[in-house]
């Protein structure tokens, strides 16, 4: 009883901090399923996946009162253009955590970590002029398929969304408005965690999920309900502090998942 007490308000913390920067809150949940929980590398990454892809799933509804789904759906080319490649990076990315030792897992995971920390200080809020980066479509495409592959890769290696990286892409190389972009970057996050999640449901660890169905439910269902609070909260903290803690939190969770043996 105690440990699902504490999945739920674990993941009620991590919503409240994803909520308060429009993400699920994953890149807070995967250091405390390593650490708090003591899950092994490989079997955190798929805990973390499969709450992402329930926390996400709940996420579009919820914005379509705000962000319309045909708003979304008018911006077809550019989900389409960064699931040409995220779909292909996350295969790659939970074929390569799958094959990794779990001591270096650990170091891969600390050190994305620290690239997410870097994301949230300096791209999250990126203004846009409402134009795209490049004005050759090829040039754009081209640039936008590299993107989704890369944040692919990082988001099945991890576990989560990819949010955090999505949003400040769609922002700057597609220059739409951040409120679109959020909606945009689950509309891509979706099938992509589909996939990454699909490629290790052929691994041995993906029995974790069995094994730990209510621990699963109990903490994405937190991690919900935090995401509601995080997003009624998001008026009353300011960005200027927020984002810097944030992002210690984060740097704090890599020292700790690099140490960790």
Known sequence: MKSRIKAFFSGASIGTLGGLIGLGGAEFRLPLLLGMF????????ILNKAMSLLVVASALPF???TISWENVFA??????????????????????????RSETLYRVIAALLIGI???LLTGHHTNTTG??????????????V??????????????????????????ILFGVDIKLAGSLSLAVSL????????????????VVLGANKPFVLIMAAGSIVGSWIGSRLLGIIPDNYLLPLLAVILLISAVKVWRHQ
């Open 38 to 45: 003591a899950f092994p590398p490989l079997e955190a990454v």
């Open 63 to 65: 914005r379509a009162a």
């Open 75 to 100: 911006h077809w080319q550019i989900i389409v253009n960064l699931l040409a490649g995220s779909l292909i990076g996350a295969w790659l990315g939970a074929s390569w955590a799958t094959s990794l």
């Open 117 to 119: 920390a870097l994301v």
């Open 131 to 144: 134009s795209a980066l490049f004005q050759s479509p090829a040039l754009l495409m081209t640039t936008g």
């Open 146 to 171: 590299i993107a989704g592959l890369c944040i692919g890769i990082v988001a099945a290696l991890l576990g989560v969304a990819g949010g955090e990286l999505l949003i400040p892409t769609i922002v």
């Open 191 to 206: 099938p992509t965690m589909l996939v990454s999640f699909a490629r290790y449901s052929r691994d041995s660890s993906f």
